[in-house]
Protein backbone atom coordinates (compact mmCIF):
# COMPACT_ATOMS: atom_id res chain seq x y z
CA UNK A 1 0.00 0.00 0.00
CA UNK A 2 1.37 3.50 -0.82
CA UNK A 3 1.81 6.43 1.58
CA UNK A 4 -1.07 8.55 1.90
CA UNK A 5 -0.33 11.63 3.70
CA UNK A 6 -3.16 14.33 4.95
CA UNK A 7 -3.69 16.08 2.03
CA UNK A 8 -3.55 12.85 -0.15
CA UNK A 9 -6.10 11.65 1.86
CA UNK A 10 -8.55 14.95 2.02
CA UNK A 11 -8.20 15.00 -1.87
CA UNK A 12 -9.03 11.33 -2.58
CA UNK A 13 -11.89 11.55 -0.31
CA UNK A 14 -12.98 14.95 -1.91
CA UNK A 15 -13.08 13.79 -5.79
CA UNK A 16 -14.56 10.17 -4.62
CA UNK A 17 -17.50 11.98 -3.21
CA UNK A 18 -17.73 14.46 -6.43
CA UNK A 19 -17.46 11.36 -8.96
CA UNK A 20 -20.06 9.33 -6.74
CA UNK A 21 -22.25 12.28 -7.13
CA UNK A 22 -22.03 12.69 -11.19
CA UNK A 23 -22.46 8.46 -11.03
CA UNK A 24 -25.82 8.71 -9.30
CA UNK A 25 -27.58 10.04 -12.27
CA UNK A 26 -30.87 8.53 -11.91
CA UNK A 27 -31.15 9.91 -8.52
CA UNK A 28 -31.28 13.96 -9.99
CA UNK A 29 -32.72 15.86 -8.15
CA UNK A 30 -36.02 18.23 -8.87
CA UNK A 31 -33.98 21.39 -10.16
CA UNK A 32 -31.17 19.19 -11.70
CA UNK A 33 -34.11 17.55 -13.77
CA UNK A 34 -35.45 20.49 -14.66
CA UNK A 35 -32.27 21.66 -15.89
CA UNK A 36 -31.66 18.96 -17.91
CA UNK A 37 -34.05 19.97 -20.07
CA UNK A 38 -31.82 23.11 -21.55
CA UNK A 39 -29.16 21.71 -23.76
CA UNK A 40 -26.47 24.10 -22.76
CA UNK A 41 -26.85 23.49 -18.97
CA UNK A 42 -27.13 19.57 -19.84
CA UNK A 43 -23.32 20.53 -22.00
CA UNK A 44 -21.54 22.00 -19.45
CA UNK A 45 -22.96 19.44 -16.86
CA UNK A 46 -21.52 16.63 -19.16
CA UNK A 47 -18.15 18.15 -19.91
CA UNK A 48 -17.64 18.69 -16.05
CA UNK A 49 -18.57 15.13 -15.53
CA UNK A 50 -15.77 14.07 -18.38
CA UNK A 51 -13.10 16.52 -16.20
CA UNK A 52 -13.69 14.62 -12.73
CA UNK A 53 -13.69 11.66 -14.13
CA UNK A 54 -10.57 12.63 -16.60
CA UNK A 55 -9.02 13.75 -13.28
CA UNK A 56 -9.50 11.54 -10.95
CA UNK A 57 -7.80 8.70 -14.19
CA UNK A 58 -4.90 11.08 -13.97
CA UNK A 59 -4.56 10.77 -9.58
CA UNK A 60 -4.95 6.98 -9.94
CA UNK A 61 -2.21 6.73 -12.65
CA UNK A 62 0.09 9.01 -10.35
CA UNK A 63 -1.09 6.97 -7.19
CA UNK A 64 0.45 3.90 -9.26
CA UNK A 65 3.34 5.58 -10.42
CA UNK A 66 4.32 6.30 -6.50
CA UNK A 67 3.57 3.03 -5.29
CA UNK A 68 5.78 1.30 -7.47
Not at 13 to 30: E, Q, S
Not at 43 to 64: C, F, L
Amino acid sequence: MSYMDRDNIIEEGLFDKIKNYFKDRKKYDKLTRILMKDPEWKKAYKKAEKSVDDYTKIVDKIAKQAGK
